[in-house]
């Protein structure tokens, strides 16, 4: 028969079993890492190729917030807003591009274009509601200039080049016979008229008649 001093005892021993399955069973659960950043670079790509652009997004969103320093996840997040037209969401992406790298020629020629975008969309916007005027329409025009220029596209980069072909002056021929040789062969050819020389036993006026005869 089991006295009671017994059944303390037993239920002690059943009490520390339990305490000591409990520890084991509750130790702490160690938080697991960020993919590595290859994966989820890839993971994206992959979704983005077969169509699921939000998930490609989901993905290229986790690898920015886990490794905060690389641009590799923007530049993509980006370049997809831009191929779905949503640009002003491509700019804001491609400046985080640029705030990592400030010389990425990609994130600057999307917010190049996307801005482009954005402002032709926005002028014909207010072309077809009659209302580019005045100081908007100035400053719309300035700035067309500027890109014109910035692209080589202006008056100055479209104007032709005209060659100019310099003359040599003509140097003068100190040779006597150069008169001669520069004349035409038929004024060569003409025969010289011949002058009558006057007689000495014509009278007086005979001279001048030689003369206007010379002149036929």
Known sequence: MTTFPDFKYLCGVLACAAAL???????????????????????????????????????WKQASAAYTGDKAPWANIAQS????GQYGEAIVNAQEVLLRDPNDKAASAIIAAASLRLANRALGDLSR??????????????????????????????????????????????????????????????????????????GPFDALNNLRDTGK
């Open 81 to 84: 807003r831009y191929d779905t």
């Open 129 to 202: 509601q009659n209302v580019l005027a005045g100081q908007v329409r100035a400053d719309s025009q300035d700035q067309i200039k500027q890109l014109r220029d910035h692209m080589g596209d202006g008056p100055a980069a479209s104007a032709p080049i005209r060659k100019t072909t310099a003359v040599a002056p003509k140097q003068r021929d100190n040779n006597p016979l150069g008169a001669l040789r520069d004349t035409p062969k038929g004024d060569i050819d003409k025969p010289v008229p011949k002058v009558r020389e006057p007689d000495v036993k014509a």
């Open 21 to 59: 399955a409990g520890c084991e069973t509750s130790k702490p659960v160690m938080p697991k890492g960020p993919a590595p950043l290859a994966e989820l670079l890839n993971q994206g790509t992959q979704a983005s190729a077969a169509g699921r652009k939000e998930e490609a997004i989901g993905y």
